[in-house]
């Protein structure tokens, strides 16, 4: 089941993986780019041009972070002022209530990966509003 933008859901069904049918996913793939050999989309210039590489360091994501923290009046207001002072921008912001600790998860808007990591190690170490290691995770843009 695949849901797009564009079509809508959409349900496809077949053979599962097996021999003969990663065989023919495998024939059909070479056909595809046989046919292409010598287009534009598979020029000498487009196969061999120089890509821009980003260290993951300066890289700018978007983050899911996920706290463990004490139920008190202050800890989201602590969190926030170390993600400020790093300059990260808050998306969204939910705490849900659960026995202690709770949970409460942060997106942020495009950040730098360095500037993110550094703000966690820092928050992780307040012992007195955060009970376990916080869950990091990029979100990368897809088109």
Do not use: C, W
Not at 9 to 30: C, I, N, R
Request: proline share 3%; hydrophobic share 35%; charged share 25%.
């Amino acid at each position: 089941y695949v849901d797009t933008n564009y079509s809508g859901p959409l349900m496809f069904s077949g053979k599962g993986a097996g021999s003969l049918p990663t065989a023919s996913a495998v024939v059909s793939d070479l056909v595809y780019y046989g046919s292409r050999l010598g287009k534009k989309e598979f020029s000498e210039k487009n196969l061999y041009s120089k890509a821009d590489i980003v260290s993951l360091e300066e890289s700018e994501e978007r983050f899911y972070m996920r706290f463990n923290a004490v139920d008190k009046p202050g800890v989201i207001s602590t969190i926030t002022a170390v993600l400020g002072a790093n300059n990260i921008s808050i998306s969204s912001v939910r705490q849900y209530e659960t026995v202690e600790p709770v949970k409460l998860v942060i997106i942020t808007h495009e950040a730098k990966e360095s500037a993110v990591r550094s703000s966690v190690e820092k928050i992780d170490q307040m012992n007195d509003i955060i009970k376990e290691k916080t869950v990091l995770m990029r979100l990368e843009n897809l088109p």
